[in-house]
């Protein structure tokens, strides 16, 4: 399999992307991968890239967005932060991607057992990863259930998967409130935005279509 090309990426829909991530995560799941030559990949992309997605994802080690989708070098754009939140300089990266680099597809992924959002549950605190954690409580004040406060902690693994989902879904509204590039783009049909969470149990991802 070759890198991708502009006259590739010039074909690509949104829907169409979704379909290639799909098929890529089965692929994983199922311990295949799709025969490409990196080197090959490499030496076709020395030239430019035609990525036709872009994902936010977090740092964790298990969920290298590359892995679990089967894709290749010049696939995909992968932007990385604990608990895969966005700021200004995150935003601007995925305008970049899509406005001038061509991705049809943005995807915030979360995922199970999320450390940073059991940071968030338990508001630990420690250095400047107090402030990471601060931007992902918006979402633990979001998930009213339970509402008993010994339940609202990381050794409430669903409470913790509940609150990456809710992380996931108020990502996206960010996206589109605080980028009038992307949501304009949207809107047109240009690109699509969604959600999606890894099970780091299972290898699968579900993704959150609307």
């Known amino acids: 399999m070759k890198a991708h090309t502009k006259e590739t990426q010039s074909t690509m829909t949104p ?9 890529g995560n089965v692929r994983f799941q199922n311990n295949l991968k799709a025969n490409r030559n990196l080197l090959e990949q490499v030496n076709d992309t ?11 994802s977090c740092i964790d080690s298990r969920v290298s967005a590359e892995l679990v989708f089967d894709q290749g070098l010049g696939d995909i754009f992968s932007v990385r932060i604990a608990g895969n939140f966005v700021n200004e300089d995150i935003l601007g990266s995925m305008e970049f991607a899509s406005k001038l680099a061509g991705t049809k597809l943005i995807v915030v992924l979360g995922h199970t057992s999320c450390g940073a959002i059991k940071g968030a549950c338990d508001d630990a605190k420690l250095g400047n990863l107090t402030k990471l954690i601060a931007k992902i409580k918006p979402a633990v004040e979001a998930v009213k259930e339970p509402q008993e406060a010994s339940l609202r902690n990381s050794k409430n693994l669903a409470f913790v998967d509940e609150v990456s989902h809710m992380n ?10 605080e980028s009038p590039v992307l949501s304009e783009m949207e809107q047109n049909g240009e690109i699509k935005i969604i959600g999606a969470m890894y099970d780091v149990n299972t290898g699968a991802v579900e993704f959150y279509e609307a």
Do not use: W
Request: aromatic content about 10%; glycine content about 4%; charged content about 25%.
């Open 46 to 56: 020395s030239e430019g890239q035609f990525p036709f997605a872009t994902i936010l």
């Open 168 to 177: 996931v879904n108020l990502t996206i509204k960010r996206i589109h409130d």
């Open 15 to 23: 829907d169409k992307a979704l379909q290639f991530l799909k098929e």
